[in-house]
């Protein structure tokens, strides 16, 4: 089949089209002919010429893709994948004026390079666009192209074939065989063979001319010689005679000329064809013609013919084939049905196109018209005693017009021998199903049909099987019949069919369809839809495009299912180019209607309307009008009685048909949108709505999806046309279709109903708002309150409004921020009406002013204030902050406390566990609860918790095993709170626990063991002969005992010493008569089960100086030292502390006792000797076990006060302090100790 081609349009308009199949001959080591056809377009004038264009190819192998060519040698190697290299991609002209032939020969090629050629056409409206590019060619010697050619590729390695050494001095023969092959007004062709005698060296060649009539020979290429026994010359003159010889040369000198070529006159030799003779179409299909013609007489060298086609009156041909045609008979495709044409025919060799063939008659595109071919798959569909009813199938070309109906013959078969055939009807059946009577009961019958159209009747099909005429008695239907495809697609088509004659014992109630690929096995067949369906149509929508299928049919009843159909023809599933759908309309009248367009008609087709696949030929619910190739079928009223399925068949055509299918869904879809268009409606983007601007401006506005230029709005208040005024400014943006309506602002007269009434040509709409009511008060309320900010921001005013920050650290800040301030702007602080806080001039930058309160309390609740001014204005800001305002606020900073608390921790005490967190602020309003095991806690003497700084406690005493479990402690903000948990179980309970036993066994050892409380001093100095009493108290459980010593020894009470030992409390020692071996170191020692403590003393004996009597030393309840007390302290407040079991340091000072004020004189006498003895004692060490004393005076009486170790000094750095720490120990010294 030949398939229409066109070339692309011209660059140029009225330009040729590009020439055809450009190709090289005779190529030689530096010429080449290049020889093409001429276009099939000419662009509406005649061709002038051509320019022959050339590229190089630096280098390319034509005969083996390995091969390098040099002028002396060829090279084979064995390179596997060695591509050409690319040369230049510059083109080059080769001719300077256009050239009428249609070749061209190619001079000054470089030996061993290679080229492409391309042609351009040129008529008097421009260039055309350049032919498709010839194939490679390489200048070289053809008989080294022949060697080439009979030479195998090597394997491996490097052939080099050479030419053997030339006899020396040897000069080349003539030339042989000079001949001019091709001679036009442009240029002249010679050829020539080299000469016999001419050794093995190279020759080249001097090509020479002369005028005839004259001896005078002129070298023609007198620079380069010739390699090539061809040659063109080109500049002579046309209309002379000119003789050619040719010399032969090489490096021993220039031979003999050949013999000269007879005169040749320049001019063209080749003459253009004369013009094809008469052209006869002939009808073919219903979109082509055959088209044949007479040959062109006495054409040399004839390319071919290019045939044109142009539509009746239309006077614009068109080209048929794109290239030129050998025959004298072309098929023209591609052509419009139903249209004339009439078509002419050129001939072409290379001089040239001839000129046009006289037209042809016209002719109207249509299919020929014949006798069908015959029907064929003859069956039988029911049986009786006395007929048969058969079915066939349509015959597969029915010659060009519609069948106009079938004969059917019958022969009886008896033993096997066929009779003479019937005929069963006289007059054509429409239908491909006939009942044939008269037939005998139990006899064997064969039929065969015919088919008829206006050609004729066709010839009959062959013979039928051999049918037995028996009564069919089966329960199940017969094979239903009349299948047809239709509106095949790449994945769906539907297939039609008819209910079986024979319907079994019982009614059809459903069929089944099977499907199989056309070339599968029989097993291959496969049911399409599981449940029956009632409807003699389906759509199959299982296919895959490209596949080709067969299908069949089963009938059913209640008796089961019957015989399956004959199969359909094999049916390939794709959607064929120019495929069509129905497209449902609605017009602006709202006139919904079915459209169907088919480009392929054919004069006797016609548009087919069927609802459910049955033809629709009452036009009481839908009017079918068609045009051309175009129908329409209009609904005359649509309702639910209009749905179904629509198709739209086209007779004559390859199978154009398409459905719509109108279901429910659909039908209110289109319904809708019929009275859309019968009642246009402008669409809106937007409804009217309301929003306020600046200054607290009312702005009602929609917009319009479309509206023109001419729409017009009216703008209505409860039923009231409204105006431009003072009032209402009202603006229409045609461009973007904005409609709005400003009021500067809302009274109450304004409450009600806003519209916007829009219409543009027939299309209307309207939007409304209601503001009533609630809806009008708040809208009326903000627009105030909007106008009344506008004119507060007219001075100083706040950007933001005074609010609260809670630091990290709990620090509470209020701010807010300023805006349109200036230098003399003030802030001013108040708190319940009081002013806290005035900057009378700001100098903050950012615009925000603050207000800390460090450490937030009850007290701080109240309401602030900060206030705003210039001479422009004032803006205040409240903040209140009582109530919940305060409750709120402290449960942020209680919030803020439970997160920086930190982990529970469990500490063991002498007296239990403790439990503790620590928080970087603690805020006495705070509220904790403990738990444990999820369950507040009540607390008990057993059970407390407190506060110590920023510790929160829980103190479990003498805990038990009932205290183990999780424990919580729970931080309350108001929100949800925060809580910490610890396990007080297992391992850590256990540790605990023994940790406490640990301390509290330490703590009673501590509390009970051996103590001397107090009462002595570090150093006493007595005259001589007076007597000392020194008391003091000891504490301990049980009593402890008590011994004094003396240096080290133990003194036993003697009239000299007495120890007493009174109420267990009070232990004294007493020297009834000093002396001066009274002096040394004296020492107390008491020891019970828990331990032992000892105190000392230094006894400094003095001369005497007077009787002072007996002194006693004691200390009152801050330790100070009694004197001239004899007898014990009789209240606790008299009592000295006890120290802690740390062994007391000695004293560097001593503590000098002095007379009554009566006995000064001499003091400072008297305080020298004193000094001086005391240095001379000896260094002592003291061995109490208690802290060291530290003595000072203040006036005349001593104070002993005793140095504690801190808190902070006693514990690690997570270990709680005391509830009251203790201050560290302090040296306080009295007028007389700085004298000292």
Not at 887 to 896: A, G, K, P, Q, Y
Request: aromatic share 8%.
């Amino acid at each position: 089949m030949c398939v229409p081609v066109s070339d692309a349009d011209a660059e140029v308009e009225g330009a040729p089209g590009a020439p055809l199949d450009v190709k090289c001959q005779d190529a030689n080591k530096d010429y080449v002919i290049v020889t093409w056809k001429q276009p099939a377009v000419d662009g509406g004038s005649s061709i002038l010429g051509y320019f022959v264009d050339r590229q190089t190819q630096e280098q390319i192998s034509l005969m083996y893709p390995h091969t390098a060519i040099n002028s002396s040698c060829i090279f084979l190697t064995n390179r596997p994948n060695s591509v050409c290299e690319v040369g230049t991609t510059h083109w080059s002209q080769c001719n300077d004026t256009p050239i009428k032939f249609a070749r061209f020969p190619v001079t000054g090629l470089v030996e061993g390079r290679s080229y492409t050629f391309r042609v351009r056409a040129v008529n008097k409206s421009g260039m055309s666009r350049p032919s498709r590019v010839s194939e490679v060619v390489a200048a070289m010697d053809p008989a080294d192209r022949a060697r080439m050619r009979g030479t195998s590729a090597p394997w491996t390695g490097q052939i080099i074939v050479t030419e053997e050494e030339p006899a020396e001095g040897v000069v080349p023969g003539k030339p042989k065989e000079l001949e001019v092959t091709e001679a036009t007004k442009n240029y002249v062709v010679l050829s020539w063979k080299p000469p016999g005698e001419r050794g093995h060296e190279g020759i080249m060649y001097y090509v020479e001319k002369c005028v005839s009539g004259t001896d005078s020979w002129q070298r023609v290429n007198t620079e380069i010689p010739v390699k090539s026994p061809r040659f063109a010359l080109f500049d002579l003159a046309e209309g002379k005679a000119y003789s050619f010889r040719v010399r032969c040369c090489n490096s021993a000198g220039v031979g003999e000329p050949s013999e000269a070529t007879e005169a040749t006159t320049v001019g063209d030799k080749l003459d253009i064809p004369s013009a094809p003779g008469r052209v006869v179409p002939t009808r073919n299909t219903d979109t082509s013609v055959v088209v044949s013609w007479e040959a062109s007489r006495d054409a040399k060298e004839l390319v071919g013919y290019y045939i044109e086609a142009s539509i009746v009156g239309s006077n614009k041909f068109e080209p048929c084939n794109n290239k030129p045609v050998k025959g004298t008979r072309f098929i023209c495709h591609g052509l419009v049905t139903g249209e004339s044409y009439v078509f002419r025919v050129k001939a072409l060799n290379a001089a040239g196109l001839s000129e046009c063939s006289q037209e042809s008659e016209a002719i109207e595109v249509k299919a020929a018209i014949a006798s069908p071919t015959p029907p064929y798959g003859i069956s039988v569909l029911e049986c009786v005693r006395d007929s048969m009813v058969l079915a066939w199938k349509q015959p597969t070309f029915i010659g060009g017009a519609d069948i106009t109906g079938y004969f059917v013959d019958y022969r009886e078969v008896i033993n096997g021998v066929p009779g003479t055939w019937h005929e069963a009807n006289v007059k054509a059946v429409s239908d491909r199903a006939y009942r044939v009577s008269d037939l005998k009961e139990n006899r064997k019958y064969q039929f065969q049909v015919r088919a008829a159209n206006m050609a004729g009747v066709g010839i009959p099909s062959l013979p039928s099987g051999t049918f037995v005429c028996e009564e069919w008695t089966i329960a199940v239907p017969g094979p239903p019949h009349d299948l047809q495809v239709t509106e095949v697609r790449a994945n769906t088509l539907v297939l039609l069919y008819k209910p079986p004659v024979y319907q079994g014992r019982d009614p059809v109630n459903g069929f089944y369809i099977d499907i199989k690929e056309a070339d599968a096995e029989e097993e291959a067949w496969r049911g399409v839809n599981e449940k029956a369906v009632l409807t003699n149509y389906m759509k199959i929508k299982t296919l895959k495009e490209g596949e080709t299928y067969v299908f069949r049919v089963r009938a059913q009843n209640k008796a089961g299912v019957g015989k399956a159909s004959e199969p359909t023809e094999p049916v390939l599933a794709e959607t064929k180019p120019g495929t069509t759908e129905i497209v449902v309309d609605v017009d602006d009248d709202g006139v919904i209607s079915m459209n169907f367009a088919c480009s392929n008609l054919t004069p006797d087709s016609k548009f087919v309307w069927s609802k459910n696949y049955e033809e629709i030929t009452d036009d009481t619910r839908i009017t079918v009008a068609t045009s051309g190739g175009k129908s329409k079928a209009t609904f005359n009223m649509l309702a639910e009685d209009d749905i179904g399925i629509y198709s739209c068949a086209v007779t004559h055509t390859d199978g154009a048909c398409s459905s719509y299918t109108l279901s429910a869904e659909e039908l209110k879809k289109l319904l809708e949108l019929s009275h859309d268009h019968k009642f246009p409606i402008i669409p809106l983007k937007t409804e009217l709505a309301v929003e306020l601007q600046e200054k607290g401006r009312i702005r009602f506005w929609l917009q319009a999806e479309k509206i023109s230029a001419n729409g017009k709005i009216e703008y209505v208040f409860n039923d009231n046309s409204l105006s431009q005024g003072e009032k209402y400014k009202m603006n229409f943006n045609k461009d973007t279709g904005v409609i709005e309506m400003i009021m500067e602002s809302l009274l109450p007269e304004d409450e009600g109903t806003f519209t916007f009434q829009l219409q543009d040509g027939k299309a209307t709409n309207q939007s409304s708002l209601v503001l009533i009511g609630d809806v009008f008060k708040g809208l009326q309320k903000e627009s105030a309150f909007m106008r009344k900010e506008w004119h507060r921001k007219q001075g100083p005013h706040f950007v933001e409004y005074l609010s609260y920050e809670v630091t990290p650290e709990c620090c509470v800040i209020l701010k807010c921020k300023v805006g349109n301030i200036k230098k003399e702007t003030v802030a001013l602080w108040y708190k319940d009406g009081r002013e806290v806080k005035g900057d009378e001039k700001l100098t903050f930058t950012e615009g925000v002013l603050n207000l800390e309160i460090a450490q937030i309390s009850k007290k701080d609740a109240g309401v602030y204030e900060i206030v705003l001014k210039d001479d422009r204005g004032q803006d205040t800001s409240t903040l209140n902050l009582t109530e919940q305002g305060f409750r709120d606020l402290m449960n942020e900073v209680f919030s803020n406390i439970a997160n920086s608390s930190t982990a529970l921790k469990i500490q063991s005490t002498d007296e239990g566990i403790r439990l503790y967190s620590f928080v970087s602020y603690y805020n006495e309003a705070l509220q904790v609860t403990w738990h444990h095991k999820d369950s507040a806690i009540a607390f008990t003497d057993r059970i407390k918790s407190g506060v110590v700084g920023e510790q929160l406690w829980l103190q479990i005493t003498e805990p038990t095993e009932k205290d183990k479990g999780k424990y919580a402690i729970e931080f309350h903000d108001g929100k949800g709170g925060l809580k910490r948990t610890v396990e007080l179980s297992g391992q850590a309970f256990d540790d605990a626990y023994a940790e406490f036993q640990r301390l509290k066994a330490a703590a009673i050892a501590e509390r009970n063991r051996a103590r001397v409380a107090g009462g002595l001093p570090d150093v006493v100095t007595i005259q001589e002969l007076k007597a000392l009493n020194l008391t003091c108290n000891i504490s301990g459980e049980p009593l402890p005992e008590v011994v004094w010593l003396k240096n080290e020894r133990e003194i036993v009470s003697d009239g000299h010493y007495v120890m007493k030992l009174e109420a267990g409390k009070y232990a004294s020692f007493t020297i009834t008569t000093v002396n001066t071996t009274d002096s040394g170191k004296y020492s107390i020692l008491v020891k019970n089960k828990y331990g032992t403590e000892s105190a000392d003393f230094t006894l400094v004996v003095t001369e005497g100086k007077g009787d002072l009597g007996v002194t006693s030393y004691l200390t009152d309840a801050d330790g100070n030292v009694i004197i001239g007390c004899k007898s014990r302290p009789t209240t606790p407040t008299e009592r000295r502390k006890s120290v802690t079991g740390k062994k007391m340091q000695k004293r560097k000072d001593s503590v000098i006792l002095q007379k009554p004020p009566e006995e000064k004189e001499g003091k400072k006498k008297e305080e020298k000797k004193m000094e001086d003895k005391t240095d001379a004692l000896p260094k002592t060490t003291d061995k109490k076990k208690a802290a060291p004393a530290v003595a000072s005076r203040v006036g005349k009486q001593e104070t002993l006060q005793q140095p504690t170790t801190t808190a902070d000094e006693a514990k690690p750095d997570d270990v709680p302090t005391s509830e009251k720490p203790t201050e560290k120990p302090q040296i306080n010294k009295g007028k007389n100790d700085q004298d000292e």
